[in-house]
């Protein structure tokens, strides 16, 4: 298995109720690929990512990462060992979880701990998650992301990841992200971010139509 | 009263089981709070004490041991409101519709068997000076049972606890832990409510554990807060009732409560 991992997304159909908010999406991301996910709220974006992750259930089509649709709680498991995901600010935890705790639950641990004294949050592994503040909270997500591709994930999902921070930390963590030689998939208002990427795909109302370069 | 009374009181014997009972329940249920609160669910104990009632009523009617029918029966409940938890919603409705039911079905099932209601009230309503040699060597199984699990499954529940999600996304078999808290929670309530009562089992899992929410940093650091006060709440709480001659739930409770309490201030300042 090559460490990128391909992303297949075919006729995707996601519902809240009765609407539909990923509505019949198709994508094709190679090994490597960087890819952005454009579009106001509510498009689809995040609903789009949880999908593939397992965390939003599928109405109709089928998504496959290493050509696998997981199908089993096995499947998903394995797929999500072969994903790093960065998760949006607001959707995580209150319950009291320590820095080094979150790093030490990425696939290599140690490359998690390199990565957040990069990104200037390695003095804080004994603060607790919640007395962070957003822009530091989502650093200390990006290095346990990175740590678990140093751990064998080749995706990279990464839900508006300079969304909290200034112009300094978005440029920083954007360059961190395109160094990746991993397949990413990110989801962005952020055009330094979209810039980095090599396709950008804008969604509107659960469609997803590809922006030309 | 004077030091002869109250060391003369320590040489009973339901005293000493007593503290002893106190401090197993002190030293590992409130690791059992912990988890309530971090997944929300503190109705849980009311759903449980009913389904309790219903699994004595049943031991009744079938000439069972109750406690064991009364445990057997959270676990086996525990275990279905397991795949329930991953709904947004939470368990709050289901554990609602559980405590109708089941106090529902226990009344009805002593009306068909003819069995006095109040036996089984007795029996659920238990009291830490009526607690036998077999009451506490359950209370020790239960307690040895929530601490190797604690310890087996320390980084997984710390990061179940925190976001489901998160714990879902790092391969943690998320449904599979739940189901195996939601046992060991329900049989630990079980055990606590037949075992020192209804009033006291706030006293030993839900109490500490709010506590300890205000101080710890993490869930290991809240863990050791909810022991040290389980352990010494509830143990001078029941010297207060050997003291003042009072009936220990009550007391036990207001101890505890008070140190809760205390917790809250020390958060705001």
């Not at chain 1, 109709?60 to 696998?68: E, R």
């Not at chain 2, 031991?59 to 086996?76: A, D, H």
Request: with cysteine; charged share 10%; glycine share 10%.
């Amino acid at each position: 298995m090559t460490h990128a991992a391909p992303l297949t997304i075919s006729n995707l159909v996601c519902r809240f109720g009765t609407t539909r908010v990923v509505d019949e999406v198709s994508i094709e991301i190679a090994p490597g690929e960087h890819v952005a996910i454009i579009g106001s709220n509510g498009s689809g974006k995040t609903t789009l990512l949880r999908a593939i992750l397992g965390l939003h259930p599928i109405y109709a089509g089928q998504i496959t990462v290493d050509h696998v649709h997981a199908q089993r709680a096995i499947d998903w498991r394995q797929r999500q060992q072969r994903i790093a995901w960065m998760p949006q600010r607001q959707a995580t935890g209150q319950f009291p979880l320590l820095v080094h705790e979150l790093l030490a639950s990425s696939r290599n641990p140690a490359v998690a701990q390199h990565f957040a004294t990069q990104l200037e949050v390695g003095t804080f592994n004994q603060r607790p998650l919640h007395a962070l503040s957003g822009g530091q909270l989502q650093r200390v997500f990006l290095a346990r992301a990175l740590g678990s591709i140093a751990g064998g994930a080749g995706l990279l999902l990464a839900d508006e990841p300079t969304a909290a921070l200034d112009f300094g930390g978005q440029a920083a963590v954007a360059s961190v992200i395109a160094a990746q030689q991993v397949t990413v998939l990110v989801v962005t208002h952020d055009r330094t971010m979209a810039s980095h990427c090599t396709r950008v795909i804008e969604m509107a109302n659960g469609r997803a139509r590809e922006v030309p370069s | 009263m004077n030091i002869d009374t109250l060391s003369g009181l320590l040489q009973l014997i339901p005293v000493q089981r007593a503290i002893i009972a106190l401090a197993i329940a002190g030293g590992a249920f409130p690791i059992v709070g912990v988890w309530i609160i971090g997944l929300n669910i503190v109705p849980v104990r009311f759903a449980m004490m009913h389904v309790a009632l219903l699994g004595i009523a049943l031991g009744m009617l079938l000439q069972y041991e109750p406690t064991v029918v009364g445990l057997v029966l959270c676990g086996i409940t525990g275990v279905a409101l397991a795949p329930l938890a991953k709904r947004p919603a939470g368990l709050s409705g289901p554990m609602g519709l559980v405590m109708t039911m089941a106090i529902a079905a226990a009344l009805l099932v002593l009306s068909l068997s003819g069995v006095n209601a109040n036996g089984a009230f007795e029996l659920l309503w238990g009291s830490i000076l009526a607690t036998r040699t077999l009451d506490v060597v359950i209370l020790a199984a239960v307690a040895t049972i929530i601490i190797i699990v604690y310890i087996w499954k320390k980084r997984d529940l710390a990061l179940l606890l925190y976001d489901r999600e998160v714990a879902l996304c790092s391969g943690i078999a998320v449904e599979q832990l739940t189901m195996l808290l939601m046992f060991v929670v329900a049989v630990a309530i079980g055990a606590a409510v037949h075992l020192t009562g209804a009033l006291l089992v706030d006293s030993v899992t839900i109490l500490p554990a709010i506590a300890a929410r205000n101080l710890g940093r993490s869930l290991q650091h809240m863990v050791w807060w909810a022991v040290g006060i389980g352990i010494i709440g509830n143990l001078l709480g029941f010297g207060l009732t050997l003291a003042l001659n009072q009936p220990p739930g009550p007391l036990l409770v207001i101890t505890v409560g008070l140190i809760t309490l205390a917790t809250f201030l020390r958060k705001r300042s």
